[in-house]
């Protein structure tokens, strides 16, 4: 099949999140079983000249948005099997950051056209287009207009990935025809309206063949208004056409045989590398040198609802176990102060790194020994995959995609691969975490058991790929 996909980021090119991952690794994935896959993406300022240099430019047109017909040029890279095609417009993408602009509905309007349009100019036909998150909810709109006016579309299907529900793309209705060039009948309940206002996802939802989430247990989450943020009435609306598939990680990078990262490489069956990478992590973190005490890493964005205030209310309570802690990532102040005031109140047992940093993240990916995840909603979660692949074991609550990819590990349970609790419960997460602790110091043999348990699991594209190829052949009726 040919396959377009759409998205707003994608790894190596351009990341802020996790779904330049899924854009990186998932259509790598998909070329590898035999389909002709093109990603379509912008050509953001921050994309290196590295990437540039080895860049095509194919032609230029102008793309159709309501009155206005915008310069739109397209450059081509070839990587893995997959062709790469980015879209130039210096207007709307050469700026300092990818999102957070004034204007973010009119230049992902713009870049949802440009998916659209491109395949006629450059006279390719997909079979599906995939589309992911609120920046490309309009292309599958735009493909109900165009797939009878443009050749290359005529038969295309879409399909539309919900990574995160919170962020759907909102707008005032003034918006709908001057700026998306969309005529008023499309303000109606079964499309983008929305108690007055514009709201691109819920828009997509309706207009895709085919909506799927990041995890089972997030499809499942989003028919209530906790999770879903008020598109609950939607989902459950068209809950015959979604479907949740677990993401996956490109066991590639993440490899701890390989990683150039680590201080020393291991493997499952060759732990002993990674006593020189809890070492290596203790000096970089500032912690106290020491082997037998477990290290806690927890790397995010600081934010509420990664579970942070669980963490606030119990660091004391983390702190008097035999632990050391180290916390790596940026966002809302109260956290930040609050980890700082802990470095200060426990020097060499707690530390506080308030920046992002990939070559950090790796040591404690692979130095640390458990890795702390409470998030209050997490539609599917990377880090707790890539820590297990590290040795490094998670503790989760049970949610989304941590659900889906955590097994609980007890006396009864031996085959599990981390930790996890169910209520969003401060006291909840903290005895976990002791539970953890204590296995670490009173059970070494089940430590390395559970450590075993969690570096065999496959959480390698492939197996998501193949669900993915089963609602392209639905859709397409070639299943």
Request: with cysteine; proline share 4%.
């Amino acid at each position: 099949m040919n396959i377009l996909f759409a998205t707003s980021e994608c790894a190596p090119f351009i990341k802020t999140g996790g779904l330049a991952d899924v854009a990186g690794a998932l259509p790598k994935a998909l070329a590898a079983m035999g389909h002709d896959v093109r990603v379509i993406l912008p050509l953001y300022e921050g994309i290196g000249e590295d990437w540039r240099s080895q860049m095509e430019y194919l032609q230029c047109y102008g793309v159709t948005l309501g009155w206005r017909s915008p310069y739109c040029g397209i450059f081509e890279l070839k990587r893995e099997g997959v062709t790469y095609w980015f879209v130039d417009n210096e207007y709307y993408f050469k700026r300092s950051s990818l999102y957070g602009h004034y204007d973010d509905g009119e230049r992902f309007a713009f870049f949802s056209r440009a998916v659209v349009e491109s395949v006629g100019h450059l006279n390719w036909h997909p079979d599906v287009l995939h589309c992911n998150d609120w920046q490309t909810a309009l292309a599958p709109i735009y493909l109900l207009e165009e797939r009878h006016r443009i050749p290359q579309l005529y038969d295309t299907k879409s399909v539309y990935t919900i990574h995160n529900i919170e962020y759907q793309g909102r707008y005032g209705s003034q918006v709908l025809q001057d700026l998306f060039g969309l005529n008023a009948g499309y303000m109606n309940e079964h499309m983008l309206a929305y108690h007055g206002d514009v709201n691109l996802m819920k828009g997509a939802i309706y207009a895709a063949d085919y909506v799927t989430t990041v995890s089972p247990t997030y499809a499942e989450e989003l028919q209530y208004g906790f999770y879903a943020h008020g598109l609950e009435g939607v989902i459950a609306d068209n809950r015959h056409k979604i479907r949740g598939i677990l993401n996956g990680i490109d066991t590639d990078v993440y490899d701890p045989a390989k990683d150039k990262g680590l201080a020393k490489n291991f493997s499952l069956k060759k732990l002993a590398g990674k006593k020189a990478c809890k070492a290596a992590l203790q000096q970089a973190a500032g912690l106290v040198e020491n082997p037998d005490v477990p290290i806690i890493g927890c790397v995010s964005r600081l934010v509420s609802h990664k579970g942070f205030d669980l963490v606030n209310a119990s660091i004391h309570d983390i702190m008097a176990m035999d632990v050391q802690m180290v916390v790596l990532g940026t966002g809302d102040w109260t956290y930040e102060e609050s980890f700082r005031q802990a470095q200060g109140q426990y020097p060499g047992r707690f530390a506080a790194h308030m920046m992002y940093s990939g070559g950090m993240s790796t040591a404690i990916y692979g130095g640390a020994d458990l890795f702390l995840m409470p998030s209050v909603a997490e539609p599917c979660g990377l880090s707790q995959m890539i820590a297990m692949r590290y040795g490094t074991i998670p503790i989760v609550r049970e949610t989304g995609g941590l659900r889906d990819s955590v097994r609980p590990y007890s006396d009864f349970n031996r085959d599990g691969t981390g930790f996890t609790f169910h209520d969003i419960s401060a006291h909840d997460m903290a005895w976990v975490v002791r539970e953890a602790v204590d296995l670490y110091h009173g059970d070494k043999k089940a430590w390395q058991e559970i450590m075993k348990n969690a570096m065999s699991e496959d959480f390698s594209w492939p197996r998501s790929a193949k669900q993915y190829e089963e609602i392209y052949g639905w859709i397409t009726g070639r299943g």
